[in-house]
């Protein structure tokens, strides 16, 4: 089981971005997906989650505005809109994976990616 991050990078503030999980080893339709993030001298916070198997979404208060969340099964990818950035959202982004909704959602997911770096400069 392996995911990948990719699409990170320097962005400005109010730009968008797009990043990608892409899960090998298991079908993102069989398991939950979720995007956490972790800010330098911060703890990992989440993101937003998803189950296509069950339809269940979650996202931070703070982030549903902003975040959005989707798959591409056919690409076995899981995608992570991210939308008028600011300097706050500067942090490693990491998807995990796990066939658990809920477990996912606490950040206790069994496979995590090695994180991909989002700096939005001002």
């Known amino acids: 089981v392996q995911l990948v991050e990719s699409g990170g990078g320097l962005v400005q503030t109010g730009g968008s971005l797009t990043l990608s999980c892409a899960a090998s080893g298991f079908t993102v339709d069989d398991y939950a997906i979720g995007w956490f993030r972790q800010a330098p001298g911060k703890e990992r916070e989440g993101v937003s989650c998803?189950?296509?198997?069950?339809?269940?979404?979650s996202w931070a208060d703070s982030m549903k505005d902003r975040f959005n969340i989707s798959t591409d099964n056919a690409k076995n990818t899981v995608f992570l809109r991210i939308n008028d950035l600011v300097p706050d959202d500067t942090a490693v982004y990491y998807c995990t994976a796990d066939p658990d909704f809920l477990t996912v959602v606490a950040g206790k997911g069994a496979y995590w990616g090695q994180g991909i770096q989002v700096t939005v400069s001002s």
């Open positions: 998803i189950s296509t198997r069950t339809n269940s979404y």
